[in-house]
């Protein structure tokens, strides 16, 4: 095939130019292996002894020290050991883990049993990509944790930015179409229907070091199709947010915020926000 060569010349250049990162599908079969290592549910071969988890734990650990290496923002940090970080970490994560599990199965009454969520849910695996992409990102690694995170987007329609801090025991329940911006805060015991947005009230790029999303207190439960705005908007701890509502507000605690239709004979259905 003849290209013009200028073309050429720009892609090689492009090529040249190019920050090292390590391909998305080595980081996928990475994070996928180490899932099926914290919870064998997921796991090809499961492991029969402590020596072979120690085995595995050791091929892991090289795998990502692999990645790291090809991962030009990262060259300098895996020399400090970031890898090691993370392993430590594990037991930490995969206790978070558990009770995240705990919350989508006593929080769904479809659920038979925790074997079906960790195997079955979107919502688990998305917040198990998440709970791995946020600690590394708070190393200060940037591209791994967003290949991770846009994998369990992908996978499961759940977009969670690693930037999110989430408390435990999280919920989620259906999960597609949900929205977690990057600075958004969620506390614990926070159950999240399909369809929610925590967002940004701008888009613009000098905002990028501003809060710019929601926090969401302890206890609170966000129906299908809610959208809260706004780095300043805080719902307070044991509120209730019922489907479709919109909110780019503070509401306190406690409370319980839905949208009631009213039938008209003449002019059709309005709709209006009841706060109580």
């Known amino acids: 095939m003849d290209l013009p060569k200028s073309f050429a010349k720009d892609l090689l250049l492009a090529h040249e130019n190019a920050f090292m990162c390590p391909p998305p599908d080595m980081v996928v079969k990475?994070?996928?292996?180490?899932?099926?290592?914290?919870?064998?549910?997921?796991?090809?071969?499961?492991c029969t002894s402590e020596k072979e988890i120690?085995?595995?734990?050791?091929?892991?650990q090289t795998v990502f020290r692999n990645i790291l290496n090809q991962n030009k923002e990262c060259l300098r940090s895996a020399e400090a050991g970031i890898e090691n970080k993370l392993f430590f970490e594990l037991p930490g994560i995969r206790e978070a883990l558990l009770l995240d599990i705990e919350a989508m199965y006593l929080g769904d009454p479809a659920a038979k049993s925790t074997a079906e969520?960790?195997?079955?849910?979107?919502?688990?695996?998305?917040?198990?990509?998440?709970?791995?992409?946020?600690?590394?990102?708070?190393?200060?690694?940037?591209?791994?944790?967003?290949?991770?995170s846009e994998h369990a987007h992908r996978q499961t329609g759940i977009d969670i930015?690693?930037?999110?801090?989430?408390?435990?025991?999280?919920?989620?329940?259906?999960?597609?179409?949900?929205?977690?911006?990057?600075?958004?805060?969620?506390?614990?015991?926070?159950?999240?229907?399909?369809?929610?947005?925590?967002?940004?009230?701008?888009?613009?790029?000098?905002?990028?070091?501003?809060?710019?999303?929601?926090?969401?207190?302890?206890?609170?439960?966000?129906?299908?199709?809610?959208?809260?705005?706004?780095?300043?908007?805080?719902?307070g701890k044991g509120s209730i947010i019922g489907g479709?509502?919109?909110?780019?507000?503070?509401?306190?605690?406690?409370?319980?915020?839905?949208?009631?239709?009213?039938?008209?004979?003449?002019?059709?259905?309005?709709?209006?926000i009841t706060v109580k």
């Open 117 to 148: 969520v960790i195997r079955t849910y979107p919502g688990f695996y998305a917040i198990a990509a998440h709970r791995i992409a946020h600690y590394l990102e708070t190393l200060g690694i940037k591209l791994i944790p967003r290949i991770i």
């Open 54 to 60: 120690s085995m595995r734990l050791e091929r892991l």
């Open 161 to 235: 930015h690693p930037g999110a801090k989430i408390g435990t025991y999280f919920c989620i329940d259906h999960g597609t179409g949900i929205v977690i911006g990057e600075t958004t805060v969620i506390g614990s015991h926070v159950k999240i229907y399909q369809g929610v947005t925590l967002g940004g009230l701008s888009v613009r790029k000098e905002d990028a070091k501003v809060k710019r999303h929601p926090t969401i207190e302890d206890n609170v439960v966000l129906y299908s199709g809610a959208t809260i705005l706004g780095g300043e908007t805080v719902i």
């Open 30 to 46: 990475f994070f996928n292996d180490l899932l099926g290592l914290l919870f064998p549910e997921f796991a090809v071969i499961r």
């Open 244 to 272: 479709n509502v919109w909110l780019t507000r503070s509401v306190p605690a406690g409370s319980k915020i839905y949208y009631k239709a009213k039938m008209t004979n003449s002019a059709g259905d309005s709709d209006t």
